[in-house]
């Protein structure tokens, strides 16, 4: 390596030609940089002593030594701000010849935009990446820019000639500023360089590349450069150009997949960490690959097959992301014949399953990502019935609600809320309306979501909900019961029961016919429908835990919820579940509650004892041991309501297994 303070008149007189990568990313400055540039070089006119402005760093790897023709540099780094720089080159150029100053333009062009006395496209100092190069040509030889003006280099061109015309400079000193007073560090690589190791960090003037940028240069600085521009039209750009700005989470997904831990700044460094040990050509093959299948998660009407565009389309509306890593791998187990098309959507079945149940108990997200990121190593090694199986155990002792957990939060919670929230509920009213299983298809999309009880009350709906109206509307306001879909919810706002039921009647959606059929809308009807609507939910997404599935070790686990005769406290220790336990007894079982303050003094107490290591009091002013394992609240529990009389059935906690 070989590394130089220099400026732009070093770097580009003589016969060069400095070439882009064809795997790199497109001109992507913009007007923040170019202001920026233009800044600096404003200073340093005004500054008569010219004083040297560093603006940063231009790495290169010699490809063409041949003495007699133009020596090629292979510019790996510093692409974007030499791609500028030639391109105020060019304007300035331009402006000197609109002022009749042709020697200047003619100095310029032929000694720092092309090599004067090469043909083809040697001669050219510089040749851009892609689709940029044919718009650059055209740039440097003048050429009318009018179709290209949406590309970044024309919107460059066109700042720096606007910025000229507008600025009472001398060209001659402003050409001598750019060339002689940016100070530029040259680095050269030699052949026994990493040069791929250079994309680790960038000048912070630049235009920061993405974790997808330094994966595709470090990818492509491996690739035998006869390979490359096969393996970039094959495999990556087709990648890119779907994928766009999903490109790095999709790799991200895909390391995290194989239980990787990685975070988006660490993408590039994960990636290289595995690609260091395998053929890179082999690897982005596979990569692309799997980009097909993120592509079909993202856009489900790429996927062919009719049942699992529906499912994909339903994972895409729950916004399921934290789920892509698993189903990568089992899109492409199912691509490769493991698993048939309708157990394919048994799997994305109980995906949906499992996170549209979680979602209506509100159950915590959080642990989603390291869940789904171990969850196919631990099916991968069993056949297609058994990893289905295995899939339902797996989850079912991940927090993933019963039916009674169901019933009770669709009764109570606010479905509908604000941003995603509201896009899930209209997902949810969607997939129960398309249960009723219509012979034609509805069409629901152009729907919005309705309050039957409007969101703001008149004096009319205070009349129809009775003397409670106020806490009615507060408590059932948002609840599956009383919302709906409709085309018409400007027409029927606020508008009077009698009024909106003549709407629902006439309605081809089935949720609005149900409705018609009640005469009055008041708590009552809200919480009848709220029970069918429910019915209805359970049906959809039914319950898909095995019964025989008992786990008594709970060491290492988290309670979630807690079941005493049919009645659910949601729990997060274990110390909550002793408690609500404890209660549980003392309010419906006063005496057996009388015989465990004998029988357990050291454990409960009417008084705090010094016989208790972490004592904590009671609702009911007692005081009872904390300082205990979740194994031995868990046994102390399930003896105590053996003893008082009950079953395991009508007292069990659902546990989330870490």
């Given at each position: 390596m070989k590394a130089n303070e220099t400026n732009l008149q070093e770097i580009i007189e003589g016969s060069k030609q400095y070439i882009i990568p064809m795997f790199q990313r497109t001109y992507s400055w913009e007007l923040k940089q170019w202001q920026t540039l233009w800044e600096d070089l404003m200073e340093l006119v005004d500054d008569n002593d010219y004083e040297n402005h560093f603006i940063g760093s231009i790495v290169s790897i010699p490809v063409n030594a041949n003495p007699t023709g133009v020596q090629q540099f292979l510019t790996i780094d510093g692409q974007q701000r030499l791609t500028t720089l030639l391109i105020l080159m060019s304007a300035l150029r331009d402006r000197a010849k609109e002022h009749g100053n042709d020697e200047l333009s003619?100095?310029?062009?032929?000694?720092?935009?092309?090599?004067?006395?090469?043909?083809?496209?040697?001669?050219?100092?510089?040749?851009?990446?892609?689709?940029?190069?044919?718009?650059?040509?055209?740039?440097?030889?003048?050429?009318?820019?009018?179709?290209?003006?949406?590309?970044?280099?024309?919107?460059?061109?066109?700042?720096?000639?606007?910025?000229?015309?507008?600025?009472?400079?001398?060209?001659?000193?402003?050409?001598?500023?750019?060339?002689?007073?940016?100070?530029?560090?040259?680095?050269?690589?030699?052949?026994?360089?990493?040069?791929?190791?250079?994309f680790e960090s960038l000048n912070a003037k630049g235009q920061p590349l993405t974790e997808a940028d330094l994966i595709r240069n470090y990818l492509f600085m491996r690739i035998h450069p006869d390979e490359q521009e096969e393996m970039y039209k094959g495999y990556w750009l087709p990648m890119q150009n779907n994928l766009q700005g999903h490109l790095t989470e999709f790799i991200r997904h895909y390391l995290i997949g194989i239980n990787l831990n990685v975070k988006k700044k660490d993408v590039y460094v994960k990636l290289k960490e595995q690609a260091d040990k395998l053929d890179v050509v082999e690897y982005l093959k596979k990569l692309s690959i799997f980009a097909s299948y993120y592509d079909k998660l993202l856009h489900p009407q790429k996927e062919s097959h009719i049942s699992i565009r529906t499912y994909l389309e339903r994972i895409l509306k729950i916004e399921a992301t934290t789920a892509y890593p698993f189903l990568l791998y089992i899109y492409n187990d199912y691509d490769r014949g493991k698993y048939s098309v309708d157990q394919f959507c048994s799997i994305l079945a109980i995906i949906d399953n499992f996170l549209v149940r979680r979602f209506v108990?509100?159950?915590?997200?959080?642990?989603?990502?390291?869940?789904?990121?171990?969850?196919?190593?631990?099916?991968?090694?069993?056949?297609?019935?058994?990893?289905?199986?295995?899939?339902?155990?797996?989850?079912?002792?991940?927090?993933?609600?019963?039916?009674?957990?169901?019933?009770?939060?669709?009764?109570?919670?606010?479905?509908?809320?604000?941003?995603?929230?509201?896009?899930?509920?209209?997902?949810?009213?969607?997939?129960?309306?398309?249960?009723?299983?219509?012979?034609?298809?509805?069409?629901?999309?152009?729907?919005?979501?309705?309050?039957?009880?409007?969101?703001?009350?008149?004096?009319?709906?205070?009349?129809?909900?009775?003397?409670?109206?106020?806490?009615?509307h507060e408590t059932l306001l948002h609840v599956i019961g009383n919302?709906?879909?409709?085309?018409?919810?400007?027409?029927?706002?606020?508008?009077?029961?009698?009024?909106?039921?003549?709407?629902?009647?006439?309605?081809?959606?089935?949720?609005?016919?149900?409705?018609?059929?009640?005469?009055?809308?008041?708590?009552?009807?809200?919480?009848?429908?709220?029970?069918?609507?429910?019915?209805?939910?359970?049906?959809?997404?039914?319950?898909?835990?095995l019964d025989n599935i008992v786990n008594n070790d709970v060491t290492g686990s988290s309670p979630r919820l807690l079941s005493i005769n049919n009645q659910h406290f949601k729990v997060k220790t274990w110390r909550e579940v002793l408690e609500y336990s404890l209660m549980y007894l003392y309010k419906k079982n006063q005496k057996y509650y009388s015989k465990l303050l004998k029988t357990h003094s050291s454990m409960l107490s009417v008084e705090k004892t010094n016989n208790m290591r972490s004592p904590k009091q009671l609702e009911n002013g007692h005081y009872v041991e904390m300082n205990l394992s979740a194994k031995s609240i868990n046994a102390f529990c399930i003896k105590s309501f053996n003893e008082a009389g009950y079953s395991l059935e009508q007292w069990h906690v659902e546990v989330e297994v870490k």
């Open positions: 003619s100095e310029i062009h032929e000694t720092m935009l092309v090599n004067r006395f090469k043909k083809g496209e040697e001669f050219f100092k510089l040749l851009p990446t892609q689709v940029d190069k044919e718009v650059f040509k055209k740039i440097i030889k003048n050429e009318n820019l009018q179709e290209f003006a949406d590309f970044n280099l024309v919107k460059a061109y066109d700042f720096f000639i606007k910025q000229l015309s507008k600025t009472q400079i001398e060209l001659e000193k402003f050409k001598n500023v750019v060339l002689h007073s940016l100070s530029i560090v040259s680095i050269v690589l030699s052949t026994d360089d990493n040069p791929y190791l250079v108990c509100s159950i915590d997200s959080k642990s989603l990502n390291k869940l789904f990121g171990s969850l196919y190593n631990q099916l991968k090694s069993y056949n297609a019935e058994e990893s289905i199986k295995q899939l339902k155990m797996f989850l079912q002792v991940r927090g993933y609600p019963k039916d009674s957990e169901v019933e009770q939060d669709l009764a109570k919670i606010a479905l509908y809320g604000q941003g995603d929230k509201r896009d899930k509920c209209k997902f949810i009213l969607s997939v129960l309306e398309e249960g009723f299983g219509h012979k034609e298809k509805v069409n629901l999309e152009d729907t919005t979501i309705e309050h039957i009880m409007p969101q703001t009350l008149n004096d009319y709906w205070r009349d129809e909900l009775g003397a409670n109206a106020e806490q009615t919302l709906t879909l409709t085309s018409y919810n400007s027409q029927l706002s606020n508008e009077p029961f009698l009024t909106k039921k003549k709407y629902y009647e006439k309605s081809n959606i089935e949720l609005n016919k149900q409705i018609a059929q009640n005469d009055k809308w008041n708590e009552q009807a809200i919480r009848n429908r709220t029970l069918k609507m429910t019915k209805h939910f359970l049906k959809v997404w039914p319950y898909f835990g």
